[in-house]
């Protein structure tokens, strides 16, 4: 198993621009997660999905958006970048019914917004 | 929304001692904890989970207690090693709700040899 995949490792963007990140398990978990972590700050989180086709906002939705059309993939869209998005993105998935509640997370996505 | 503080100084300890981390939280009591381990330009990595009934859990050289009372949760590491060393991550959640975990700052813990 790959586990949790993150593309793009890196990416620059200028401000206004576009782009997805993308987000896809091996797991077959139903839960699927996508966090912000900023330097000296704990991991904020955007969105979260049950399944496929349901999503729910986060702590700190506003710029994002995504979609859940699989139980594999869950991209997060970017709209008009702004240098506040300038973070690495986390996507996690759980298993429903783990009883730990145990996050897996994919190695990141380092996005800065000039 | 909760709020967690974990002190935001690394803790420089010698090889082989025990090293302790605090998590402290304000407003909601959460009903459940978890610890992570995060290496540089890396995940997240689970650890363990205590929940609001349980005082102490432990696995191997890792134990965490929960005081409900103080809103804090204490983290060693016994007998810690080098490759020990990394930023450690608390995450609180309320009952029956798994989607809703929030997550601290870390601490950085550097054990030399």
């Known amino acids: 198993n790959a586990g949790v995949t993150q593309t793009p490792k890196f990416r620059i963007l200028k401000i206004g621009q576009s782009m997805t990140l993308q987000c896809a398990q091996d797991m077959n978990h139903n839960y699927m997660y996508w966090y912000r972590q900023d330097p000296g700050m704990g991991l904020k989180l955007i969105y979260y999905s049950v399944g496929a086709g349901i999503t729910d906002k986060g702590e700190v939705p506003n710029g994002y958006n995504v979609s859940r059309s699989t139980t594999e993939d869950f991209p997060l869209r970017l709209e008009l970048a702004a240098p506040s998005q300038t973070s690495v993105y986390f996507c996690?998935?759980?298993?429903?019914?783990?009883?730990?509640?145990?996050?897996?997370f994919g190695e990141g996505s380092r996005l800065t917004v000039l | 929304s909760q709020k967690i503080e974990q002190n935001s100084e690394a803790l420089n300890i010698q090889e082989g001692k025990t090293a302790t981390l605090t998590c402290n939280y304000t407003n909601y009591s959460p009903a459940y904890l978890q610890w992570y381990r995060q290496d540089p330009g890396r995940g997240p990595v689970f650890l363990l989970l205590?929940?609001?009934?349980?005082k102490e859990k432990r696995k191997e050289r890792l134990k965490v207690t929960f005081d409900t009372t103080l809103k804090q949760s204490l983290f060693h590491i016994t007998a810690s090693q080098p490759a020990d060393s990394a930023t450690y991550l608390c995450?609180?959640?309320?009952?029956?709700?798994?989607?809703?975990?929030?997550f601290g700052s870390g601490t950085k813990l550097n054990v030399k040899p």
């Open positions: 996690a998935s759980r298993r429903q019914g783990a009883n730990t509640g145990e996050l897996f």
């Open positions: 205590i929940r609001e009934n349980e």
């Open positions: 995450a609180l959640a309320p009952l029956y709700n798994f989607n809703k975990f929030y």
